[in-house]
């Protein structure tokens, strides 16, 4: 470790002369285009997506400053032809398309809006919970060794290869009351079984709650059997010789080792509840009345059905600082440590 | 029902993964505070009887017993063992301390208790200062020694080690080769080790088991092992250079092939008859007799040097003998050169003699 370490420091006192920039120039120069793209895509177009959404935009973006009688004030003139007098406009500067934080401000104005949001966070709860607890209880299960794994993991994988939807109208089939669970079940002969959560205003979340795990828990089931298997199998026997249940040895030393992937897991199925769009288009749209709202659904709303743009920008810019705001603290504890270690 | 004297005695052990037959009907019987080591080439089956010893895997058929007591469907915690990895199988989240407690804990055992153990595990493996260190902050030396320090805490009667070693280098492995020996002579308890370096069981053992295919070819002593071999396997696998071979006939009391005649004087045969038969006779290059004490060895013969191998110590001259290649260990010193003609000895008494066919000891 030592050696190691000051072979590097010599390795570097060797370069440094040369400045900094100037290091490894091809491989900067070839990474131009990748770093431009970035730089345009997320970052100009995050940034462009912000500024509009202080904007009166709605069917197309406005000119951010365009030029518009603010004030104009007459002056008054001889005509130099026949000398009458007469007045001239003089019309005012620049003004802006500004509005400033209006469309927040009729952002959180709109229930719909409160409503996706406290829609997306009962869904988010509880899909981020439900997924990496069945997710990690499922590949928990099927590590220990049973038949037909590879059967098992295809069928639950399978539906992670379907679009949401596709699945989204599958549940809804399932879910509906005519044809779906309830009506199996009243032909059972219970006939006042009820299970119509896609219709109920109360249950909707979790209508779509269940498709969205059925949909997403495969996935995290695979990256976390992949993290199982990649556990040292010395360290199962190791717990064993010390007479350690197996549940303890899952919680105490397996999860913890687990990290990584269960970092991986959360970004991944975080990604999905943010953006939970087409699974509630597929089965609800959103409905019964406004019930089943989401940020996402807002968003695309304003901006391509009721040509608000500004409006469903002011709502992404929203979606994004949520994120950020979790996220960057998180990321910085999770990757930023590590160095100071 | 079984009052014998044995730490660990192993019965009639069948071990199969499917088809394939990984034990077969493997008896072993270990005394208490021995040091039995498992020697065998990769895929033997050495960690396949230890796994079973320390109930890892269920054997096939047979029996299994730990200090007297039937332990064949116990649990690998109750049969009193404990049990050091190859990859230490550390917890890697938890701290040296955090290790060796850990399995201690979850059997509410009482803290002071705990404490004491602790301390003189620590003591003992000189680990006091690592206590609140994490295992990735460790070398690979002090992780070995965490991971016995977590079998020593369990203050248990037979000690397993799969490998312990083979993940060092060639000089830490000498130093923690000793270490354990120590460990040994101070806690005196059973241990089984398995290893594939030869140096290890000979310097190590009490006695070796020289496995190959699921079977133990030979159990004994390292002195036995290396001198009186009982089939070609293992007169092969231990000594470093290997044995040289000969085939060759038994023919009225001696090895005979070609024009090389060694009379099998003070050899001492397994049987008090030997009939003429095919035989392979193996001389170790060691126990080949150069120099001035040629002229008192029993038999004696002409070589031609074809090619010298110095080795520092010891210089390995090979040489032809009845038209085979043939390894003789000189000192390091020799002066000897390529297509020199060289007066050699053989003792019969140090040689061993096998059957062609069974390859066993004659
Ligand atoms: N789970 C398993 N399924 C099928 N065969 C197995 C299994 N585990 C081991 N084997 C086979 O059993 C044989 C013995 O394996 P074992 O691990 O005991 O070898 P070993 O002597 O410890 O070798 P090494 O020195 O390489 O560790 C090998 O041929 C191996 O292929
Ligand atoms: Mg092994």
Not at chain 1, 187 to 216: C, R, S
Not at chain 2, 41 to 69: H, M, R, W
Not at chain 2, 109 to 123: G, N, Y
């Amino acid at each position: 470790m030592t050696v190691a370490d000051t072979g590097t420091a010599s390795a570097t006192r060797v370069h440094r002369r040369r400045p900094r920039i100037l290091r490894n120039l091809a491989s900067k120069t070839a990474s131009i285009p990748m770093v431009a793209t970035v730089l345009v895509i997320f970052i100009g177009c995050t940034l462009w997506t912000v500024i509009y959404s202080f904007t009166k935009s709605r069917l197309l973006p406005v000119p951010l400053f365009e030029t518009m009688p603010l004030f104009s004030i007459p002056v008054p003139h001889l005509l130099a032809s026949d000398g009458s007098w007469d007045f001239t406009l003089i019309t005012g500067l620049k003004s802006s398309s500004f509005v400033g934080t209006d469309q927040y401000d009729r952002l959180w104005g709109t229930r719909r809006w409160i409503v996706s949001i406290g829609n997306l966070g009962i869904y988010g709860l509880c899909s981020m919970t439900f997924s990496l607890v069945i997710g990690f209880t499922l590949a928990a299960l099927l590590d220990r060794k049973i038949r037909f794994e590879n059967a098992f993991r295809t069928i639950i994988l399978y539906p992670f290869a379907l679009s949401f939807i596709v699945t989204g109208l599958v549940w809804q089939w399932i879910l509906n009351p005519n044809f779906g669970i309830q009506k199996v079940v009243r032909d059972l002969g219970f006939e006042n079984f009820v299970f119509d959560p896609l219709y109920n205003d109360k249950y909707v979340v979790y209508g779509i709650l269940i498709a969205g795990l059925w949909q997403g828990t495969g996935l995290v089931m695979c990256l976390m059997l992949a993290g199982i298997r990649g556990i040292d199998e010395d360290i199962w026997k190791a717990s064993r010789v010390e007479g350690i249940p197996v549940w303890k040895t899952y919680v105490m030393i397996v999860i913890p080792m687990m990290r990584p992937v269960f970092v991986t897991s959360v970004v991944i199925i975080g990604a999905g509840i943010v953006k939970v769009y087409d699974l509630v288009v597929a089965q609800t749209s959103g409905g019964p009345g406004i019930s089943s709202q989401m940020p996402a659904l807002y968003v695309m709303d304003k901006m391509f059905k009721d040509q608000n743009l500004a409006q469903g920008f002011a709502a992404s810019t929203v979606m994004l600082m949520t994120v950020a705001i979790i996220l960057i603290p998180w990321a910085y504890f999770e990757f930023g440590r590590k160095k100071n270690v | 029902m079984n009052t014998n004297n044995f730490s660990v005695q192993i019965k009639d052990l069948d071990l199969a993964f499917g088809p394939v037959k990984v034990l077969r009907s493997l008896d072993l019987d270990i005394n208490h505070g021995e040091f039995l080591v498992l020697l065998g080439s990769s895929g033997c089956g050495k960690s396949t009887l230890l796994n079973c010893i320390a109930g890892l895997l269920e054997p096939t058929d047979g029996q299994i017993f730990i200090n007297g007591e039937n332990v064949t469907w116990k649990e690998p915690s109750e049969r009193g063992i404990g049990m050091v990895f190859q990859s230490y199988a550390l917890y890697p989240q938890m701290t040296v301390e955090g290790n060796l407690t850990f399995g201690l804990r979850n059997a509410r055992m009482p803290k002071a208790e705990i404490q004491k153990r602790v301390a003189r595990a620590a003591e003992i493996l000189q680990i006091e200062p690592l206590l609140q260190r994490k295992p990735g902050a460790l070398s690979g030396g002090q992780r070995q020694r965490v991971a016995s320090g977590r079998a020593l805490v369990r203050d248990v009667d037979v000690f397993l080690f799969d490998e312990p070693l083979s993940n060092l280098d060639a000089k830490l492995r000498a130093d923690l080769r000793v270490e354990i020996k120590r460990l040994h002579e101070q806690l005196q308890n059973t241990m089984i080790y398995v290893t594939h370096d030869q140096i290890e069981a000979m310097t190590l053992a009490d006695r070796i088991a020289i496995m190959k295919g699921g079977n133990i070819m030979q159990l004994g002593t390292p002195h036995e092992i290396y001198n009186k071999p009982l089939n070609k396997y293992v007169a092969d696998f231990i000594g470093s250079p290997s044995m040289n071979f000969l085939d060759g006939e038994f023919k009225g009391g001696a090895f005979v092939k070609g024009d090389v005649r060694l009379p099998m004087k003070g050899y001492e045969f397994q049987a008090a008859q030997t009939p003429d038969q095919a035989v392979t006779i193996g001389i170790r290059p060691e126990h080949v007799i150069t120099g001035e004490l040629v002229a008192n060895a029993p038999v004696k013969m002409e070589a031609k040097v074809e090619l010298i191998e110095p080795m520092g110590s010891d210089t390995l001259v090979w040489v032809r003998v009845a038209g085979e290649p043939f390894r003789i260990r000189v000192d390091g010193q020799t002066q000897l050169r390529n297509r020199e003609t060289l007066t050699i000895g053989i003792d019969p008494a140090r040689a061993s003699l096998f059957a062609r066919e069974s390859e066993v000891r004659l």
